[in-house]
């Protein structure tokens, strides 16, 4: 596997980025695009907690994919005055995702604005990462195939990517968006069709934004405790229909057949993962 670094990159233009990364779908670390955000000197731990410490929030742990009638539900809920406490001071597996804390506390909003270097934001598509030290999001794409601005707070976040053409040797699980290799523990006797992937590798510090192409594999791992914001873009009408098939397929198919398959579903897509890959090292 080789790994290379993402560029970092300051006082871009609209038209400079697009001709350089959209349309290559490059990855690039933009360290100016949330400098005037409010949000960025504002959203500090003592903040968060004290204005919005009350909400119940779920949280995911490590079994996540886990096959079964747990796969892809929360572990557990908890307070978030509780659980930014936890991060903050503890390594955890445990992260908050997949929950739209703007429907709980609108104001936030007011404390970041939609980007101007593209077009096509979606502005109810808004969501916070956070995760404590240790904690890792498994390697995969995003399932609605946008393209996606995260912003990193306070601390550092280890970001590993992969262009989408590189999929044949991540062990892409059949009829989902996941991978389940550790790109920073890789398995070469278990997967051997890794060591041939190419992709790149940043740490994100406060205040840096991560561009992610559409469909660019990432893996991301908390360095230390903390949280980010994501906003999603869409390039165009076929990367939007790209990523309503991805959903149905998803909801249809995968969560339909690990309800009546359970755990033979899961071992069913590791196989036929294993099994393009080989042809790809034949």
């Known amino acids: 596997m080789k790994l290379k670094p993402i560029e970092k990159v300051s006082g871009l233009s609209s038209k400079e980025f697009q001709e350089q990364y959209l349309k290559t779908k490059t990855p690039v670390v933009l360290k100016d695009l949330a400098a005037s955000w409010p949000a960025t000197d504002k959203w500090t731990w003592e903040f968060l907690s004290s204005e919005y410490g009350h909400l119940e929030v779920p949280l995911y742990g490590k ?39 703007f429907e709980h506390a609108p104001a936030l909003s007011n404390d970041f604005s939609m980007p101007t270097i593209m077009d096509g934001f979606l502005k109810n598509h808004q969501y916070m990462f956070f995760g404590g030290a240790g904690a890792k999001v498994a390697l995969h794409y995003d399932i609605d195939y946008s393209c996606v601005f995260h912003t990193h707070f306070q601390t550092q976040k280890e970001c590993i990517l992969f262009d989408e053409d590189q999929r044949i040797h991540l062990y892409n699980h059949p009829f989902t968006v996941q991978s389940h290799v550790d790109v920073l523990n890789p398995d070469y006797d278990r997967f ?60 249809i198919v995968d969560k339909g057949m690990n309800k009546i398959m359970g755990e033979k579903w899961k071992t069913l897509k590791e196989d036929i993962a294993h099994k393009r890959a080989d042809k790809v090292l034949t």
């Open 63 to 101: 079994d996540y994919h886990k096959a079964g009638k747990g796969y892809m539900t929360p572990t557990t809920t908890m307070k978030l005055g509780e659980y930014l406490d936890l991060i903050r001071h503890k390594p955890t597996d445990l992260r908050m995702f997949l929950y739209n804390i």
């Open 192 to 251: 051997p069709a890794l060591r041939h992937a190419e992709g790149y590798h940043t740490i994100l510090e406060h205040g840096e934004t991560l561009f992610m192409p559409m469909g660019c594999w990432h893996f991301m791992h908390y360095v230390v405790g903390g949280y980010s914001l994501s906003l999603r873009a869409n390039a165009s009408l076929m990367t939007k229909a790209k990523g309503l098939m991805n959903i149905s397929r998803h909801f």
